[in-house]
């Protein structure tokens, strides 16, 4: 049996169940859970495509794949062809397995930032490969790594890296040989800064070789439960991918499909959704504040990533204390022993109850 870390959020339970004795109940930001509804146009997409009797394909569907590639043109100024899209059930399940995927195993790093969501290691360790978390990618040397996975807009921290940073990543990657994954299933919210892509040509020169960038519609568009994202980029790993993928079952249900490309073809309900975030936002973080609390990074993204100078688990205390219950910032890496991360994902009415309980 392959040695996995504890399930992180198991540790949180205590400390969830007294933020649940407040007398107003609990405010949890401890999740960046959606609690908007799912655009309609999605849903009836869904509804739309529900008499799917025959097994979709793992490669989706062609107006899936173009709806993809139309919104990373469109938005983010990537241009590539559909067919180096390939849908995943969710982006999580990618992070996990894509070691795994790429034949990574015994002997061989995975190398990922210092403070990183806990998947890249557990992916790391499935594969029986040797994680590895840094920030000193560049000071690595000589060494041949196969797998470098970057992470704009950071989970938990919200910090963008520039085009310039990026750069210098796929450089150093493509000297060795090393295959990029770049995680970006927050770019579309940006607040102080816009996040960019790993495939947009002010980074990558034009040449998608080597590199996969990972999208999702879990917070652009509230359809976690749907299980809704993709991975894009170099055409060779997209293939080597898809040929795993279908020996292994890895198939998105064909309704999802036929949600997912609806989604991406509006951009309309994705900008009202970070309107939304930024109003919580633009709320719950001058209370943080003033309640002595200091905000760092969090140029990006769907959390507050904060600190008051102490331990972050007798931060997460004193907010459940008050009902409510944040992320101790451990739960990403050593780097975060002193802080907090806080989602701005509950709804207008909680966070308006967190504001008045941190006054």
């Known amino acids: 049996m392959i040695g996995l870390p ?24 401890s999740v960046g859970t959606p609690v908007d509804p799912v655009p309609p146009l999605v849903r009836q997409a869904l509804a739309d495509a529900s008499d799917s009797p025959g097994y979709p394909l ?34 999580k399940e990618f992070v996990a397995w894509l070691p795994t995927l790429l034949g990574v195993g015994p002997g061989q790093r995975v190398v990922f930032p210092a403070l990183a969501y806990p998947t890249y290691d557990v992916g790391a360790r499935l594969a029986g490969a040797e994680p590895y978390a840094t ?10 790594v196969p797998l470098v996975w970057v992470n704009s807009p950071s989970n938990p921290s919200g910090k963008v890296l520039p085009a310039e940073h990026l750069r210098k990543v796929v450089a150093w990657a493509r000297e060795r040989g090393a295959v990029v994954a770049s995680d970006e299933c927050y770019i579309e919210l940006g607040w102080e800064e816009q996040p960019i892509s790993i495939l947009h040509p ?65 951009d309309a309900h994705a900008d009202e959704q970070h309107a939304r975030y930024a109003a919580r936002r633009a709320l719950l973080r001058p209370a943080l504040e003033a309640a002595g609390w200091r905000i760092e990074h969090s140029e990006a993204g769907l959390y507050l990533w904060a600190t008051n100078g102490t331990d972050c688990w007798k931060q997460v205390r004193s907010l459940a204390d008050k009902g409510i219950l944040v992320a101790p910032g451990d739960f990403y890496g050593r780097a975060g022993a002193e802080h907090v991360r806080i989602a701005v994902t509950a709804s207008d009415e909680r966070i308006s109850a967190a504001v008045s309980r941190l006054q």
């Open 6 to 29: 504890d399930f992180p959020w198991d540790r949180l339970t205590p400390l969830k169940t007294l933020a649940q004795e407040h007398p107003d109940g609990i405010v949890d930001l």
């Open 58 to 91: 793992t490669y989706g569907t062609e107006r899936l794949r173009s709806a993809a590639a139309g919104w990373l043109s469109r938005r983010h100024g990537v241009n590539l062809d559909q067919a180096d899209v390939l849908p995943l059930i969710g982006s």
């Open 135 to 144: 920030d000193g990618l560049f000071s690595l040397g000589p060494e041949r």
């Open 202 to 266: 002010d980074v990558c020169g034009g040449s998608h070789e080597g590199l996969l960038a990972v999208h999702s519609l879990s917070k652009r568009s509230n359809m976690a439960g749907y299980r809704a994202g993709f991975v894009a980029g170099d055409p060779a790993l997209v293939g080597r991918l898809l040929e795993v993928r279908k020996h292994a079952g890895m198939i998105m249900p064909g309704p999802v499909q036929a949600a997912m490309a609806v989604a991406f073809d509006d």
